[in-house]
């Protein structure tokens, strides 16, 4: 009798449970630093700040923010419906100046923002050193931006620290969610993974973000998984610092050698610079592997349709800049790395989420303006031709005015007589979606009224109405609509953890090209004495005009150096030497010194120490012609310019001559092709590399690890192979041949047992 009780009280314990948890709500709550965080059971985890008015709505025992605060559950709100519904579904219910809004993509943002000068921000009127603000506050300008220019993606630059971007974006979002529609602030950033060449390495020790190679030095090690690898922990520390899009990344074929952004690509050959834009593409965009998830990035791959061959290698930065010409009849090419590559990928997330075209003007590619106006290449072949159908952002600043053609100002390349609204009209008209580097909606609800004029309110509504759609549609994706909030203890967890930093390190590693080893001078027993001569750098001013003065430096940290030999201060101690130099900077192509005596202001580009004349160049050129010129022949030929860093050639050659015959081994940090004579005869051993760590350096060099990386590009015999090279085709140069008769071409390079030929070089070359 008592048993049977006992058993009947436990199935009415049971059913009462189960009916319980049957009327149950399918999700959980937490309140964490005024963050609440709501778990729906087998569903999407949301977030929502006290401050910002949002309360939550159940439907069928799940949780929904109410963005709109109108206790009604929409489309847009509810995480069950496909994403492209609920894009539709939120443009359909925006204002005009909602979509011109999110048509906007910000000014570059610093946090905090600095007191003067290029990213200046004020906090309550104030500079931020005399506002009493905190470095995760909102500035004066984005809250005016976000407020009353309805702008919700930002650029951000520098942050004081990874807790501070963890914090300012939490800050950012929840005054975002507290204005009409909720729509959340997508931050984006230029590649921020760089490494510090002195910075030193420890496998147990962590960092303000891991430190990687560039591109081109992942490149190197012709490996596509390491930059799935680097895309992939990338993503997780992009959103541990609150960023949803990566402006990222560089894939123009490096056609043309003199560049000055040639070392942000992934090389000049368009079928490894396709496998490393997919890999990386595939990395940032799939979580875990995946489909998009909470730690998917939107890949904006730059720049369409390849901003690799400008004429002459001058960049498009500056009016002098503004043509990209095509000598081999081949952007084919260049856009390979788009089409068959990120547009292409392996993962489910299938093509890049959004497109940058470049500020040059496509020499004969349509009608002659730049890329972000140029109807053919954007709507007809971008947009038709290879259906892609995510969205398009300008490059920085292409509808600001330019005052003279070396100003760095505005970049309206072919439109420089229209007026600023009337170029946001044109590259609306063009199939552009969105501004980058514009603040202010202005121009933008202009553009509508003109479009209103010329094709009626319906029709330009419905045209403003797919940009929505497509700038929805990557904010939807990455579940920032859900929870664009982080914990700010997992930021610190997350961002440069030994785990990361060691992958960072090791793919560094993999990036070193040896490409001399005359006598297997390399490895170098550790604790040998070497004599490492100081680097002079000359006085230069940069693109945005901030001169730096000469000084006199170390070419390494001399604290790794001296953990791995024996530092002595003259060569007759030493056993060899190290010297660390820069590959030649041979100027931008342009000198208003050259326009004040008489002439068109156009000079070569020098990938040589020495002084170079162009004797052999085009007698005209191949593009010109600006409002801001009076003629359009933009030749340098007979004119002489000398590099900025000779001493760096001296510094080798001068070594050599105090070691006599003690080897000296070369390191130089590459930024482009560069000529090999002058400095390769002095040199018993040379590495380059794209941006390393110096411990990096040490490892390759005394032997505890081994070369394996190839030239992802070529290195020219001399000036007469640059000159007469066509700026958009690939390898076509004659290679330098050293002293041991290795030819420095592409997919060179060196290990301890001589000239690879793996298969990677087999699959390349």
Request: charged share 20%; glycine share 10%.
């Amino acid at each position: 009798m008592i048993n049977n009780k006992i058993n009947i009280s436990l199935l009415t314990a049971l059913i009462s449970g189960v009916l319980l948890t049957s009327c149950s709500e399918k999700y959980t709550t937490e309140v964490k630093d005024g963050i609440t965080i709501i778990s729906n059971q087998d569903g999407a985890t949301l977030g929502y700040s006290a401050e910002s008015g949002v309360t939550i709505l159940a439907q069928d025992r799940y949780a929904f923010k109410d963005l709109n605060k109108n206790g009604t559950l929409d489309n847009y709100e509810d995480w069950r419906l496909p994403v492209t519904e609920r894009a539709k579904d939120l443009a359909g219910k925006m204002s005009l100046e909602d979509i011109a809004g999110l048509m906007l993509y910000s000014s570059h943002q610093s946090i905090p923002g600095s007191s003067r000068g290029f990213g200046s921000s004020n906090y309550g009127g104030k500079p931020f050193s005399e506002s009493g603000a905190i470095a995760s506050d909102l500035s004066d300008e984005q809250k005016k931006f976000l407020t009353e220019d309805h702008l919700r993606h930002v650029l951000i630059t520098s942050v004081e620290s990874p807790v501070t971007a963890a914090q300012w974006n939490n800050n950012a979002q929840a005054f975002a969610e507290g204005l009409y529609l909720g729509i959340p602030v997508n931050t984006s950033s230029d590649p921020r993974h760089g490494s510090d060449s002195y910075a030193e390495f420890n496998a147990g020790a962590g960092g303000a973000i891991s430190m990687w190679p560039g591109t081109l030095g992942i490149a190197a090690s012709f490996d596509p998984a390491l930059m799935k690898q680097f895309g992939e922990i990338g993503s997780k520390e992009y959103r541990a610092l609150g960023i949803a899009t990566a402006l990222s990344p560089q894939i123009d074929l490096a056609t043309e050698p003199r560049w000055s952004r040639f070392d942000g690509t992934m090389g000049e050959d368009p079928n490894l610079a396709t496998d490393m834009a997919r890999a990386y593409v595939d990395g940032f965009q799939s979580t875990d592997g995946g489909d998009w998830g909470m730690q998917s990035v939107n890949a904006m791959v730059k720049h369409w349709p390849g901003g690799g061959p400008e004429e002459g290698g001058r960049d498009g930065h500056f009016g002098y800049g503004a043509y990209a010409v095509y000598p081999g009849k081949n952007i084919k090419d260049h856009m390979q790395p788009f089409t068959e590559g990120a547009f292409k990928l392996n993962g489910p997330t299938k093509k890049a989420a959004a497109v940058m075209p470049y500020y040059t003007i496509s020499d004969g590619e349509g009608e002659n303006v730049a890329n972000g106006y140029n109807k053919y290449l954007i709507t007809d072949v971008l947009r038709g031709k290879y259906g892609y159908d995510g969205v398009l952002c300008t490059d920085w600043g292409i509808t600001r005015d330019v005052s003279a053609i070396d100003k760095f100002e505005g970049k309206p390349w072919g439109v420089e007589t229209m007026s600023e609204a009337e170029r946001h009209y044109k590259a609306i008209a063009a199939g552009m979606d969105q501004f980058g580097g514009n603040n202010a909606m202005g121009p933008v609800l202009d553009a509508y009224k003109m479009g209103v004029a010329e094709h009626g309110e319906e029709a330009i509504r419905e045209r403003f109405e797919a940009s929505a759609v497509r700038l929805l549609t990557n904010i939807f994706r990455v579940g920032l609509f859900e929870n664009p909030y982080l914990d700010v203890s997992e930021t610190e967890k997350i961002v440069g953890n030994s785990e990361f930093m060691k992958a960072g390190f090791d793919a560094q590693l993999k990036s070193i090209v040896m490409l001399k080893n005359q006598n297997k001078t390399l490895p170098i027993a550790s604790k040998k004495k070497v004599y490492v001569p100081q680097r002079y750098v000359a006085p230069s001013t940069n693109w945005w005009g901030i001169t730096t003065p000469e000084k006199t430096v170390d070419a390494f940290n001399m604290e790794v150096v001296a953990k791995y030999f024996d530092v002595v201060e003259t060569p007759e101690e030493a056993d060899f030497a190290l010297v660390g130099i820069y590959s030649p900077n041979g100027g931008v192509g342009y000198d208003r010194a050259d326009l004040e005596k008489g002439g068109n202001g156009y000079v070569p580009i020098s990938l040589q120490y020495s002084t170079y004349t162009a004797d052999t160049a085009r007698e005209v050129s191949l593009a010109g012609g600006s409002p801001l010129e009076d003629f359009t022949n933009r030749t340098y030929k007979g004119k002489t310019v000398n590099t900025i860093n000779t001493a760096d050639m001296q510094l080798v050659n001068d070594t050599k001559a105090k070691m006599g015959d003690k080897p000296v081994i070369v390191s130089v940090k590459v930024g482009k092709p560069m000529i090999f004579s002058e400095i390769e005869g002095s040199a018993a051993a040379i590495v380059v590399h794209m941006g390393v760590q110096d411990q990096a350096l040490m490892e390759i060099i005394t032997g505890a690890k081994e070369p394996s990386a190839l030239l992802p590009f070529q290195m020219p015999a001399d000036m007469l192979t640059v000159e007469a090279q066509f700026e958009d085709v690939p390898r076509d140069m004659k290679a330098y041949t050293d002293a041991d008769g290795n030819s420095y071409d592409f997919a060179f390079g060196l290990n301890w047992s001589g000239v690879i030929d793996d298969a990677r070089v087999k699959n390349y070359k």
